[in-house]
């Protein structure tokens, strides 16, 4: 599936605890987004990247950091974890034909 | 901002039966996408629509996108077991999707 990986595919952490995602992808695609996903909620979307350094806030953005030094790596920082969100986390990219393909997953539970 | 809201929020159908999800905009569209969530997956893109009274077939999927390009619909014929999922719209921003918040499919055999 375009060659998204999401690293760790779970994880269990305490509240105040700083947490990092990582989304990492082969094919050089400028455009990378991070999304959260909650029952009842659908897919909202955190922060997106439109380029190395170059980044932008979403919906739900507060909480949340991002950084992307790398055009395959976009990150996504918990700077202290509360118990909202808990969630599962997708990265996805945009392909030129404006599809954006998502990666498998990260399901964050936080105590 | 858009919104986009999505009905109906579940349905169960049975095996064979017909079903179809609406998505609503509150703004004009450019366009619009759909996609498919299987139960413990991620989203899978099906398709983009980009015309006003755009209608696009896949097998047993019809995918509409209404003469304001303020709303769609998706339509499945006949469904199948293997259509489980969820199903999601999404407006089509300059450079952000806005999702639907879905609905959820389950078909008995």
């Known amino acids: 599936d375009a060659g998204i990986t999401q690293s760790p595919r779970h994880k269990v952490t305490e509240t105040g605890t700083p947490v990092t995602l990582r989304c990492h992808q082969t094919?050089?695609?400028?455009?990378m987004y991070w999304y959260r996903q909650d029952p009842g909620h659908g897919l909202r979307l955190i922060h997106y990247?439109?380029?190395?350094?170059?980044?932008d806030k979403g919906e739900v953005s507060d909480g949340y950091s991002v950084s992307r030094s790398k055009t395959e790596d976009f990150l996504l920082t918990l700077e202290s974890a509360t118990s909202s969100q808990t969630s599962v986390y997708f990265c996805?990219?945009?392909?030129?034909?404006?599809?954006?393909?998502f990666g498998p997953g990260t399901r964050l539970t936080v105590l | 901002g858009q919104q986009v809201m999505q009905i109906p929020q579940y349905q169960h159908v049975q095996e064979g039966e017909d079903f179809t999800t609406y998505c609503n905009s509150s703004?004009?569209?450019?366009?619009i996408q759909w996609y498919k969530q299987r139960p413990g997956g991620h989203p899978v893109f099906l398709i983009q629509?980009?015309?006003?009274?755009e209608v696009k077939k896949q097998k047993r999927l019809t995918f509409q996108f209404g003469e304001a390009k303020k709303n769609s619909s998706l339509h499945i014929t006949a469904t199948q077991t293997t259509d489980v999922g969820t199903y999601f719209c999404?407006?089509?921003?300059?450079?952000?999707?806005?999702f639907g918040k879905g609905t959820m499919l389950l078909v008995s055999p």
């Open positions: 999404a407006g089509v921003g300059y450079s952000t999707l806005t």
């Open positions: 094919e050089n695609h400028r455009y």
């Open positions: 703004t004009t569209l450019s366009n």
């Open positions: 996805a990219i945009r392909d030129v034909a404006n599809e954006q393909f």
């Open positions: 629509l980009v015309k006003s009274g």
């Open positions: 990247s439109y380029g190395v350094k170059d980044t």
